[in-house]
């Protein structure tokens, strides 16, 4: 089992910056292939961001490609997402998911680990 926590959701407003983190506890680490979702109010949940188990190779989603930067520390066992320019579209609850694989999906099926999300809003 691997347990999730978000953290550092707010409100923001357009063009600001806000660092979310998920700490996890449970199992090693390293062995988990770590992401970003989000799920804004009427609309299906989104990949955001992925990172390899290592940490070497990330993956973003177009709409948040140059903006958002995805990083973990598996000696903290911590997972970030640093998010930057953000826009009113930005606007949604950010989960951070663990899949025990080897390389990022931007499907939600494979990330059988879920934290309970923090909200994240943006003003114009």
């Known amino acids: 089992q691997v347990q999730l926590v978000e953290s550092g959701g707010g409100s923001v407003q357009a063009g600001g910056s806000l660092r979310l983190s998920c700490a996890t506890s449970g199992r090693t680490l390293s062995n988990y292939v770590l992401a970003w979702f989000r799920q804004a109010p009427g609309k299906e949940r989104e990949f955001v961001a992925g990172i390899s188990r290592s940490g070497d190779n990330t993956y973003y989603a177009d709409s948040v490609k140059g903006r958002f930067t995805i990083s973990r520390d598996n000696a903290k066992n911590m997972v970030i997402l640093q998010m930057n320019s953000l826009k009113p579209e930005d606007t949604a609850v950010y989960y951070c998911?663990?899949?025990?694989?080897?390389?990022?999906?931007?499907?939600?099926?494979?990330?059988?680990?879920w934290g309970q999300g923090t909200q994240v809003t943006v003003s114009s």
């Open positions: 998911a663990a899949a025990l694989r080897v390389g990022v999906s931007a499907s939600s099926n494979p990330y059988g680990y």
